[in-house]
C-alpha cells in the first residue's frame, strides 16, 4: 500500500480492481482519464448522503496531478495560437486576428460532476464569474494562465452607488499558472469561487466542476465587474481590518460579456466508459 501513496494513478486503479474483483465487474479501461472519471464518480456520486470529505478531494487533485495533455487527446500549439494563419484573414482587421474563440471540450457529464476541458488561444479571456455551492478543480495541462479570483466577505457587506448594487469581496487568487503545475480547488466558500482566466500563451485547462451548473438546481453562472475598493466610498471605508485595501474589490453582476466568444470541440482522447 505504501508505494501507492506516491503514485494516484497506481492507487485509484487498485481500488478499482479490488472493486471489480468484489462485484464481478471488469475494469473497462486502464487510461489515466478513466481512472480519473472512475475517482470522480465514487467521490461526487449524488446519491451520497453527505457532501466528499477533504481526504476525498485531495485525492482527486492528486490523481488530477498527473494527468497530462496525452492523456486527454490534446496536443499543444497543433495550430496558429489565434486559430487562423498568418494571412487568413485581412492582417489590418484587429478584429479579425484577436476575436479567436476558446474551444470548450465536453469529456464527460453527469449529475454528479462536470469534467471538461478549456484551450485559451493567447490574450482570450473568461470574464470573471462564480461557482455557485461548487468545488471546482482546475489543472493547467499547457501553457501559460493568469488567474485572478476573489471570494465573498462574510457577514455580506453590499453597498449602492448611482443606481449600482455591488458586494465586497476579498482577493483569495491573483497569480500566472505555467504548466506543469499542482492542481487548484476552488470551494464554495472558499479558494476563490469568482474566478477569472486570461491566456498569457495558448493555454489549455481540465475541469472537474462537482456539481455542475445546474439551472433547475440554481447553480447559475453568474459574471461580475470587479471595481477597487476606493471606488464606492462609504462609512465602511477604511474598515478592512489589518488587511490592505488592494486585497479587496466591489462586484456588481453584469450580463454574459457580449466579447465572450466560445464554440464547441470534439474529445479525442480515450474513450471513458460510464459506470452506472
Not at 482577493?171 to 476552488?186: C, E, G, W, Y
Not at 433547475?216 to 466610498?233: K, L, V
Not at 474589490?249 to 459506470?275: F, K, V
Request: hydrophobic share 35%; proline share 7%.
Amino acid at each position: 500500500m505504501c508505494g501507492y501513496l506516491s503514485n494516484p494513478l497506481q492507487f485509484s486503479q487498485a481500488i478499482f480492481r479490488r472493486f471489480s474483483a468484489m462485484t464481478g465487474e471488469q475494469l473497462p479501461s486502464s487510461s489515466s482519464i478513466q481512472s480519473l472519471y472512475e475517482l470522480c464518480n465514487q467521490t461526487f456520486k449524488r446519491s451520497a448522503n453527505s457532501p466528499p470529505s477533504s481526504q476525498a478531494i485531495q485525492r482527486v487533485s492528486a490523481l488530477l496531478d498527473t494527468i497530462t495533455s496525452t492523456d486527454v487527446g490534446l496536443k499543444e500549439n497543433e495550430e496558429d495560437d489565434r486559430g487562423h494563419g498568418l494571412f487568413g484573414f485581412n492582417v489590418f482587421s484587429r478584429a479579425n486576428r484577436w476575436a479567436q474563440p476558446i474551444t470548450y471540450i465536453d469529456v464527460h457529464e453527469c449529475d454528479g460532476f462536470t469534467m471538461c476541458i478549456f484551450c485559451f488561444p493567447t490574450s482570450s479571456v473568461i470574464p470573471l464569474h462564480d461557482h455557485p455551492g461548487m468545488t471546482v478543480l482546475s489543472k493547467v495541462l499547457y501553457g501559460s494562465l493568469h488567474v485572478k479570483a476573489y471570494d465573498w466577505v462574510e457577514p455580506t457587506r453590499i453597498e449602492k452607488s448611482n443606481g449600482t448594487r455591488v458586494r465586497l469581496a476579498k482577493l483569495a487568487v491573483d497569480k500566472v499558472v505555467t504548466a506543469p503545475s499542482n492542481t487548484s480547488i476552488l470551494y464554495p466558500n472558499t479558494g476563490g469561487n469568482l474566478h477569472c482566466f486570461t491566456a498569457i500563451t495558448p493555454c489549455a485547462v481540465l475541469d472537474i466542476l462537482a456539481p455542475p451548473y445546474s439551472e433547475a438546481a440554481g447553480r447559475i453562472c453568474t459574471y461580475y465587474h470587479d471595481y477597487p475598493y476606493s471606488s464606492f466610498p462609504t462609512a465602511h471605508n477604511g474598515e478592512v481590518g489589518d488587511s490592505k485595501e488592494e486585497e479587496y474589490a466591489w462586484l456588481a453582476e453584469i450580463e454574459t460579456p457580449a466579447d465572450l466568444y466560445m464554440r464547441n470541440g470534439r474529445y479525442t482522447g480515450p474513450a471513458i466508459h460510464s459506470i452506472d
